[in-house]
């Protein structure tokens, strides 16, 4: 009998530390993460090292964290991120939650919001788009998920070391079978980092470049 696996993913830790193993001169948003790809490809990989005798998972759900462009400041990122998550969810097992990215602003000397000829505000330059409380989200949902009687396996796909407290919480409740991932290039000498706890060692599935291509979205967005 086979396990029902949730798998958690961080999406834009999962999608640019892959990219920056695997992504070769491909441009970061056409080489996308596949969510339902990489949760099936996960989970195979998974059961192929587990071999005979162990258990075997198959997918129930996957839930993906991501960041919102604003429809203002970025409106063809905006777009293009609301037809990824049609696209993927057309498939009910994948679930993908928002979360708007956030916009640092240029001020004047007088502490005003400066703006163009257009009154638009203007970003701050020397200060990146952020995403915040992405990591919050998955921490959440992974231990809601343990919790979830009808749930085996729940494996968190992040390499943010963050999500480690999450990750001990559900270690100690015992309430589900707790698993994690990695990208590893044996060749290049590359792993990224491997969430452990300190509560115990738990299953880790390492990924590679074949992994990470037959994991990408090949559909065209505008």
């Not at 919102?68 to 970025?74: A, K």
């Not at 000397?109 to 788009?129: E, F, H, S, Y």
């Not at 290049?188 to 979205?217: G, K």
């Amino acid at each position: 009998m086979k396990k029902r696996a949730v798998v958690i993913v961080d999406y834009q830790n999962i999608h640019l530390t892959g990219h920056g193993a695997f992504g070769g001169g491909r441009v970061k948003h056409e080489a996308l993460v596949h969510p339902l790809h990489f949760a099936n490809r996960l989970l195979a990989t998974r059961n192929e090292k587990m071999g005979a005798g162990y258990d075997h998972a198959e997918l129930a759900q996957v839930f993906v964290f991501r960041g919102l462009p604003s429809s203002s400041h970025n409106p063809k990122g905006y777009a293009r991120n609301l037809a990824q998550k049609s696209h993927w969810e057309e498939d009910s097992r994948v679930i993908v939650e928002h979360r708007p990215l956030t916009y640092r602003y240029h001020y004047t000397a007088q502490g005003q919001r400066a703006t163009d000829a257009n009154g638009k505000p203007l970003l701050d330059p020397k200060r990146p788009v952020e995403e915040k409380g992405i990591d919050v989200m998955c921490a959440l949902a992974f231990v809601r998920e343990a919790r979830n009687q009808n749930v085996d396996i729940a494996i968190l796909a992040s390499h943010d070391t963050d999500l480690i407290p999450a990750l001990d919480e559900v270690l100690r409740e015992g309430t589900a079978k707790v698993e994690t991932m990695n990208w590893y290039d044996s060749t290049h000498r590359y792993r990224a980092a491997q969430l452990r706890s300190i509560v115990q060692a738990t299953w880790n599935t390492s990924l590679r470049q074949n992994d990470f291509d037959a994991c990408l979205d090949l559909n065209v967005y505008p």
